[in-house]
Each structure stands twice: as structure tokens, then as C-alpha cells.
């Protein structure tokens, strides 16, 4: 794979069609440009900002620095927002949707999102005008957006790089009411500043009676339990949320290590299940190893210590988000993305090390990777979880060293779960050999 | 119910035989401390449910007037009921001016658990039904106001309240500020999830969910909070007044009949719709909301939409027409 600077050089290749976008050049209609600013100057130009330089995040704190110069100078420009794009009022648009070229097999062709492009250069301004036109004619109430959109529009537009486009995930999603797509942006704006709440900090040092192997042994016979009883993947999330945060605050003795477990799932089958399994479900899968009495009494010591949190973020709400951000997603991605992160819940330096949207997005890259996906890592993947290859290097590798490892391992619950044709056998498929060699 | 022998199920130290003895560390740390203690004392009874009770108390180290919701534990040996710890876990991250504080929780003779909450004067049915119903168009625009922005907050934080009606919206009599209640039902939101069909109460309940749908987002909200609306303005539940044999009959007699193309995916929804009942004409939201601005009226046919997909968001209801002179009083 080319290096990042080398990446960026290349056109990006749209439906098998190379277009050049925001070239520097003279001569070129700008005003598509104007209310962000006009950041890119000529190529090697003093002047101008070097759009092949890697964004840093100097370079990136100097974009926005040059777009807020600029959008000050164009104030006069009024804008308007639309399915989050900011158009020039005159119909001239920064980031108008273009759909992008269908591309696939001839029998089952793929429907892309649509793209949002930074800067049509080659398009006319009467197209441009009548695309705003037209954008601007749909539901003024489906697409108003408070002036804070226009401004996260703008400094999205300047962050990002200049002629690598951005897939709008949630093009798709407009009309689908079950989506909530206009929220969409606020929710996970929202989860990725409450997820330090759902984190734990390195919790072994405190408990005298176990250790992070146990915790291995607890979660990968809780991985069995949830995939018996058929639960929902986010109630296994919530579960392992629930007991890390339970033991980074109590001090437990082994012989309740598995009771801490089966009460924990019972929280999180009775937040996110519409029919929760009862008590006794948990009593006799655990052998009868405790008395429904013992669960109830641990069940009110977890809410009690935990004070009632149980609405946090987990690695589970990011990876939904970023699978979908990794375009054109399908049925084996989708799986290997969530084996590779069940893995990583397995194990304890992960858990503690890393937050829960950096596990997410490391367990994307790290599929992509295994699974050869080019490139490895996209402005859309970038765009959407925040996060750069090199933030997910650590924690890809470790994943890819874990998928390496499991088929050896004496906790084989992700393993065997993955080897499962249903969930595309994804465990099966060879790990990506280095990560490090990857890039 | 899970007796069958199986390599994995047992008790944990048969799990742990598996492996070989892990070293053990023996550091400790200090507990962090629970949630701070309140003492109350139960002045009167404010109300009585399928749940419980709601009790009017003193907070002995404030001297705060407060609400303790008491809910008795019906399956004592099934734990906590799922509808509590949602609430609570729900209430513990929704900080809003219009979403009502919960303060404190605790249990009862391993009977009854506790929820405190800060106290309200009333709530909008008692408003509507003994103080005559807010007559002044003012107070109407800056109540709707109040829950919409209450609703909005909620969907940006992906939470359905999914039970919004009168009896669940609180009122602080002084300062005229609404706050949402009862978060019972609420749940999570994810738009590829089946939720449960029997909620909400049917005067307020969403035709998608009243057509037997366990696949429903915000839009249930919004049709609650319609309904709420146009009670606020004729002062009884809507669909109350129209004559009918249940409340699908009177959406659909005031709102028409839906079609496959006034609502696609209904007749996959409901098969039988044309047995279920005959075809309406609609006699439309004015004939029986009369006192209501032509504003108004627009933004409450938004939110009375019968395609979920169409009808208007709280986000967006906000931004209405109708409210551009809203006043906080």
C-alpha cells in the first residue's frame, strides 16, 4: 500500500472514474469555495496551503485556522444548510450531494451512499445553481438545521482533505423514520463524550481474590450464555460494561466472580431485551452454583454501586456507526468487524487501555486489513469515528494478534461462536499477518 | 431450563480448573461511596396506580417538598422489574429543564422501591380537567413548546419516552414550566430493533403501534405529543370524542382511511385492514379542533400524520411556524 502522502496524490476514483477535486489552478471557477474559505491554494505555492501534506494535527488547526479568516472576509455571503452541506445561497454548493457511479457485479449491483463532495471544480454553474435550486425546494423542515450545523458544515469542510471525498452514511437514511437520521450526528456527538463514563481504569491491583485471566475465563463463558439464551448483541456489551465497572468499585471474591456475571447479564437482559431470561434461567446455567436469593441480593449491590448507570456508551454503539461508515459493507465485513471486538473484550489490557469508540474503530481497520479491503483505512472512516490509522494501529494489532492466537486458546467461546457459517466463518480466515507490515 | 450437560455450563470453579492457578495481587482500594442519603417524610397520598402510589413528602435534612413514586415489586422473585431500571438508569442521564429530576432511589422491605423525584404542583390532566383547560392560546403555544423541546432533547439522546400523555407531563404552577414524567416505558432507540406493541395509553398511542408494529422510532413520540396538543386546545382527548368502537376506527374516521399510497407498507402492515374496518372519508383535524390558529393547525396535521415516515419531527417542530412568537410566561 502507498503511504498516506502518496495517497492523498492520487485522484480519488470514484465508480471507476478519475476526477480531480479542488486542484489547485488558476483559471478554475473558486466560488464554489467562497463561505469556507478558499483553502487550497496552487500546488507548491507559497501562498497557498499544500493539500498533500498528511493532516496533522497542526496542519488541521492551521486549515480551520484559514478558513475562519476567510469565511470572516465572505460574511457577506448569506448560506443556507442542507442534509448538512453548507450551499451558497446563490445555489453554488460546498459538499452538494453527488451520487456516486453504481458500481458492482452485473447481477447484483450495490447501491453506494451518496457522496458528499467537497468541491464540484468541473461542473458548471448553471448545473450547480439548478442542483441548489433543487436542494433548497425540499422540506424546509426535514432539513433545518441551528446555526451550530452550519458551523460543525464549515469546519468539516476545512478538516477534511480537500480532494478525498466524504460518504454521507446517512443519504440513505432520510426517508426511513425508523433511522432517526437528523439525530443521528447529535447521538453519537453525545456518546463520544459520555464514553469516558462507561470506561474502567486498571482494576486488578484492587481485587485480592482475582485476576485478569479469570476475568477471560468469566467473559468467555458469558459469550456462551448470551449466544444459548439467543440475547442481543448489545446485552452482551452491556454486560461486560456492567461487570468491569462493578469490579473497578467492589472488591469480590472468587466464588463470586460468576455471580457477579449471571447478575450483570440479568441487568442488561432486563434494560435491553423485550423479554429478559428469569432468574432461575441464570441459577440453574450456572449448575446451581448459587440460589436465585444470591442473584436478586448481587443484582441490588451492582445497581446500588454502580448508582444506577446503566445508559453508557459501549464499544457495541460505535461499531453499528462505523461498520456502516466502512462503505460498501457487507455481511462477512460486518462479522469479522465484531469477532475481532469480542475478542478484544476478552481481554483485559484492551478493555482498560482503550476507549470504547477507539476498540470499535480498531476493530474495523483491523477487519479491513484481514480481509483486504484497500484501502485499509478511508476519509469516510476517518470522518466518522474521528480517529486517524496510526490512533489504531496499537489496538488493530493486538486484535490481529488475538484472531491469531484463538484458534489455540483454551477459551475458544469467540472462536467457536465466529466458526459458525451463519456468522460467514469469519474465525476460520487467516489473520492479518502484521498490521504494522500492512501500511 | 437449561439442565442439558454441556462442556461450558457449570460453576466457576470447574471453570477455572480449566486453567492452571493464576497468581494472585493483593493490593486494595477504597470503595467510592454510593449516592448520598435523603430521609423524607410522607406528608399525603398525591396519586394511586397499577403501580403503586405516589407520595407527597418532606426531605427532613432540606425541608424540600418532594414526590416519592413507591412501586411495588409484583414478581418479587424475578428482581428489580426491567421498566425500573430503565427508568432509573434513563433518568440518571437526561438532564433537562423539562424532563423532571430524579433524586434518589432506594428499597423497601425488599418489597417496594423508591424513586424520589423533585416535586410539581400537578400535571397536565388535572390542569386540564379541574382548572379548565389552558384557554389562553398563550399558554397553549408555551406548553407545546415546553414538551417539544423536552421530546427533542430525549431523540438526540436516542431515548423514546413511548407513554407521553397529560397524566405524564408535570407542571410547575408558579413559574408556568412543563416537565416530562414517567419514564416507565422509555427504552433506547435503534432502527433495526423490534420493540414491544403493548404500550403507551391507546388515547395516545400511534396508529403504527394500534396496527400491531413492533418496528417504531421518534415518530411515536410525536403522535403523542399531537394528541396532547389538540387535548390542551378542546379540552377532553381526541380521539375520545369522536364516536367509535376503538381507536384505530377514530383515527381513521378523522384522519381517512390510509391507502398504499397515503401510506406505504400499510397493507403489508395490516393485511385485513379492509375487513378491519370500512373506508372514511377524513373529516379532518378542524372539524373538531376549532379554537386553533391556522399555524397551529398546520404544525398539529404534521404531527396527526398517519405515515410515521411524514409526520414531522420534535427538532423540526420546533423550529414551526407557529412558534415564532412563543412566549415563556
Known sequence: MASRLEQQQQPTNVGGENKQKNMGGEGRNR?????????????????????????????????????????????KSSTEVNNGAVVATDGVGVGNFVPARKVGAAKKPKEEPEVIVISSDDESDEKQAVKGKKA??????????????????????????????????????MDNELAAAEYIDDIYKFYKETEEDGCVHDYMGSQPDINAKMRSILVDWLIEVHRKFELMPETLYLTLNIVDRFLSVKAVPRRELQLVGISSMLIASKYEEIWAPEVNDFVCISD??????????????????????????????????????????????ENMVFFLAELGLMHYPTVILYRPS?????????????????????????????????????????????????????????????????????????????????? | ?????????????????????????????????????????????????????????????????????????????????????????????LHHANIVKLLRVGFTENRYVNLVFEHLDYDLHQFIVNRGYPKDATTVKSFMFQILSAVAYCHSRKVLH???????????HSKRLIKLADFGL???????????????????????????????????????????????????????????????????KLLGTPTEETWPGITKLMPNLHIYCSKFDPLGLETFVTDLEPSGLNLLSMMLCLDPSKRISAEASLKHAYFTDVNWI
Not at chain 1, 482533505?161 to 454521507?168: A, K, Q, T
Open chain 1, 358 to 439: 477507539l476498540i470499535a474503530a480498531s476493530a474495523v481497520f483491523a477487519a479491513r486489513c484481514t480481509l483486504g479491503r484497500s484501502p485499509f483505512w478511508t476519509n469516510t472512516l476517518m470522518h466518522y469515528t474521528g480517529y486517524s490509522e496510526e490512533q489504531l494501529r496499537d489496538c488493530a494489532k493486538i486484535m490481529a494478534n488475538l484472531h491469531a492466537a484463538a484458534p489455540g486458546s483454551k477459551l475458544r467461546a469467540v472462536y467457536k461462536k465466529f466458526s459458525n457459517s451463519d456468522l460467514s466463518a469469519v474465525a476460520l480466515l487467516s489473520p492479518a499477518k502484521d498490521l504494522s507490515a500492512l501500511s
Open chain 1, 136 to 173: 433548497r425546494e425540499k422540506s424546509a423542515m426535514k432539513n433545518a438545521k441551528a446555526f451550530s450545523s452550519v458551523l460543525s458544515a464549515r469546519s468539516k469542510a476545512a478538516c477534511g482533505l480537500p480532494r478525498d471525498f466524504v460518504m454521507n452514511i446517512d443519504a440513505t437514511d
Open chain 2, 1 to 93: 431450563m437449561w439442565n442439558e450437560e454441556s462442556d461450558w455450563i457449570g460453576s466457576f470453579d470447574a471453570l477455572l480448573a480449566r486453567l492452571a492457578e493464576c497468581s494472585m495481587c493483593s493490593r486494595r482500594s477504597g470503595e467510592r461511596p454510593g449516592a448520598a442519603q435523603m430521609d423524607v417524610k410522607i406528608l399525603d397520598v398525591a396519586a394511586e396506580g397499577g403501580y403503586g402510589r405516589v407520595f407527597r413528602c418532606l426531605d427532613v435534612h432540606t425541608g424540600a417538598l418532594v414526590a416519592m413514586k413507591q412501586i411495588t415489586m409484583v414478581r418479587l422473585s424475578q428482581g428489580i422489574p426491567a421498566q425500573i431500571i430503565r427508568e432509573v438508569s434513563l433518568l440518571r442521564e
Open chain 2, 186 to 252: 422509555a427504552r433506547e432507540f435503534a432502527d433495526d430493533f423490534l420493540y414491544t406493541e403493548k404500550l403507551g395509553t391507546s388515547w395516545y398511542r400511534a396508529p403504527e403501534i394500534l396496527c400491531h408494529s413492533r418496528q417504531y422510532s421518534t415518530q411515536v413520540d410525536l403522535w403523542s405529543v399531537g394528541c396532547i396538543f389538540a387535548e390542551m386546545v378542546i379540552g377532553q382527548p381526541l380521539f375520545q370524542v369522536i364516536n367509535c368502537r376503538d381507536e384505530l376506527e377514530g383515527i381513521f
Open chain 2, 162 to 172: 413511548r407513554d407521553l400523555k397529560p397524566s405524564n407531563v408535570l407542571i410547575n
Open chain 1, 31 to 75: 466560488r464554489v469555495l467562497q463561505d469556507i474559505g478558499n483553502l487550497v491554494g496552487k500546488q507548491g505555492h507559497g501562498n497557498g496551503i499544500n493539500v498533500s501534506k498528511p493532516v496533522t494535527r497542526n496542519f488541521r488547526a492551521q486549515l480551520l485556522a484559514n478558513a475562519q479568516a476567510a469565511t470572516e472576509k465572505n460574511k
Open chain 1, 288 to 333: 446451581n452454583a448459587y440460589v436465585s436469593e444470591q442473584v436478586l441480593m448481587m443484582e441490588k449491590t451492582i445497581l446500588r454501586k454502580l448508582e444506577w448507570y446503566l445508559t453508557v456508551p459501549t464499544p457495541y454503539h460505535f461499531l453499528v456507526r462505523y461498520t456502516k461508515a466502512s462503505t460498501p459493507s457487507d455481511k462477512e465485513m
